[in-house]
């Protein structure tokens, strides 16, 4: 489908980059708490991409209700077949701002957080420092600035994975030469942002609380530990060679993600199933040979397992007895 909203009569400095997919109602709410926002409807500094990756709802007649209130600020394109993670790499393409925020359809953006990006983006367009927003996820309040790889995934860790912390300058992208060559991965953001700060050291992490995120009917769809240990580590260990990441840091970083990560994923699958839909067939097997040659790091995964696993199990239980109580309350006073 042709661009509807394309303007490239005033500078642009911001643009929401969204990628969407079936979510018409979540991606409504999510453009509503955008448009909302005072300096989205005074100024014309701020754009919102949309990159439809041929959603079979109504998402193209959601999105054209608010093309015909704020015209080109809405820019829409819609793709011919899903090109699955590919739409990450087009949807920044389509933003014509010079600083491109990337955007989950689920986010509901807070009242001034596009004054916050606005004046983060002025205070380094200088010397256009590598921009992450963790979104109160890290230990420290507001900013922190930093320089490389090493020290970036030591702050971060896996939260940098996270597609709504990323961000880049548009001249930055444009000399990416193949922004998706790893989107087989799954993991395209995390690729792009460890090069960017490979070649320019320094970052500023943002640890501004800018969005929450509205529920989506499950959380997963995607096999855990394909992504976030074998992808993840494969992209983190490129940079062991060159030395930008120590070894030291990335065996503590692996150990870190599948304590506070896979395992807790895996365990919420199976307590959970009608919300969290984590793939992890022969999981045990594939952390076993993983970490073959760390036994003593098995073992602690696999008595947090077991932790996990009644952490999860004396919850179920609890919440069946109150729902019995509640029934024989109901029973007793009902005969009463």
Same mark, same amino acid.
């Given at each position: 489908?042709?661009?509807?909203?394309?303007?490239?009569?005033?500078?642009?400095?911001?643009?929401?980059?969204?990628? %969407?997919?079936?979510?018409?109602?979540?991606?409504?709410? =999510?453009?509503?708490?955008? #448009?909302?926002?005072?300096?989205?409807?005074?100024?014309?500094?701020?754009?919102?991409?949309?990159?439809?990756?041929?959603?079979?709802?109504? $998402?193209?007649?959601?999105?054209?209700?608010?093309?015909?209130? !704020?015209?080109?600020?809405?820019?829409?394109?819609? $793709?011919?077949?899903?090109?699955?993670?590919?739409?990450?790499?087009?949807?920044?393409?389509?933003?014509?701002?010079?600083?491109?925020?990337?955007?989950?359809? %689920?986010?509901?953006?807070?009242?001034? =957080?596009?004054?916050?990006?606005?004046?983060?983006?002025?205070?380094?367009?200088?010397?256009?420092? @590598?921009? /992450?927003?963790?979104?109160?996820?890290?230990?420290?309040?507001?900013?922190?600035?930093? =320089?490389? +790889?090493?020290? !970036?995934?030591?702050? $971060? =860790?896996?939260?940098? $994975?996270?597609?709504?912390?990323?961000? @880049?300058? *548009?001249?930055? &992208?444009?000399?990416?030469?193949? &922004?998706?060559?790893?989107?087989?991965?799954?993991?395209?953001?995390?690729?792009?942002?460890?090069?960017?700060?490979? *070649?320019?050291?320094?970052?500023?992490?943002?640890?501004?609380?800018?969005?929450?995120?509205?529920?989506?009917?499950?959380?997963?769809?995607?096999?855990? +530990?394909? @992504?976030?240990?074998?992808?993840?580590?494969?992209?983190?260990?490129?940079?062991?060679?060159?030395?930008?990441?120590?070894?030291?840091?990335?065996?503590?970083?692996?150990?870190? #993600?599948?304590?506070?990560?896979?395992?807790?994923?895996?365990?919420?699958?199976?307590?959970?199933?009608?919300?969290?839909?984590?793939?992890?067939?022969?999981?045990? @097997?594939?952390?076993?040979?993983?970490?073959?040659?760390?036994?003593?790091?098995?073992?602690?995964? !696999?008595?947090?397992?077991?932790?996990? &696993?009644?952490? /999860?199990?004396?919850?179920?239980?609890? %919440?069946?007895?109150?729902?019995?109580?509640?029934?024989?309350?109901?029973?007793?006073?009902?005969?009463?």
């Amino acid at each position: 489908m042709a661009l509807i909203g394309k303007n490239k009569s005033e500078i642009i400095v911001l643009s929401i980059c969204i990628p %969407t997919y079936n979510r018409s109602k979540q991606l409504r709410k =999510s453009l509503d708490s955008i #448009v909302s926002q005072s300096i989205f409807r005074k100024a014309n500094k701020i754009q919102v991409v949309i990159s439809d990756n041929c959603s079979s709802d109504d $998402t193209q007649a959601v999105v054209e209700e608010y093309f015909k209130k !704020f015209g080109p600020k809405i820019k829409y394109s819609r $793709t011919e077949s899903n090109i699955l993670d590919r739409n990450i790499e087009r949807v920044l393409s389509l933003g014509d701002g010079q600083f491109l925020k990337l955007a989950n359809d %689920t986010l509901i953006h807070l009242e001034g =957080s596009l004054d916050y990006y606005l004046r983060l983006i002025e205070a380094n367009f200088r010397f256009k420092n @590598v921009l /992450f927003f963790s979104n109160g996820l890290l230990e420290f309040k507001d900013e922190y600035s930093g =320089s490389g +790889i090493d020290q !970036f995934v030591n702050v $971060t =860790s896996y939260y940098s $994975t996270w597609i709504a912390s990323f961000g @880049v300058w *548009k001249s930055d &992208f444009e000399l990416i030469d193949d &922004f998706g060559k790893c989107s087989h991965l799954h993991l395209i953001q995390l690729d792009n942002l460890l090069a960017l700060i490979q *070649k320019k050291k320094e970052f500023v992490i943002s640890n501004v609380i800018l969005f929450d995120i509205q529920e989506s009917s499950k959380k997963g769809g995607f096999d855990i +530990i394909s @992504v976030f240990l074998e992808n993840y580590s494969l992209i983190l260990s490129s940079y062991l060679k060159s030395h930008d990441l120590y070894v030291s840091t990335y065996e503590k970083e692996l150990q870190l #993600v599948v304590k506070k990560f896979i395992i807790n994923g895996i365990m919420l699958s199976i307590f959970y199933p009608s919300k969290f839909n984590y793939n992890y067939k022969n999981g045990l @097997v594939r952390l076993f040979r993983f970490f073959s040659n760390k036994p003593l790091f098995l073992v602690q995964c !696999f008595l947090l397992a077991i932790f996990y &696993f009644f952490k /999860f199990l004396t919850k179920k239980i609890l %919440t069946a007895m109150k729902l019995w109580v509640l029934f024989l309350f109901w029973f007793y006073s009902f005969f009463e």
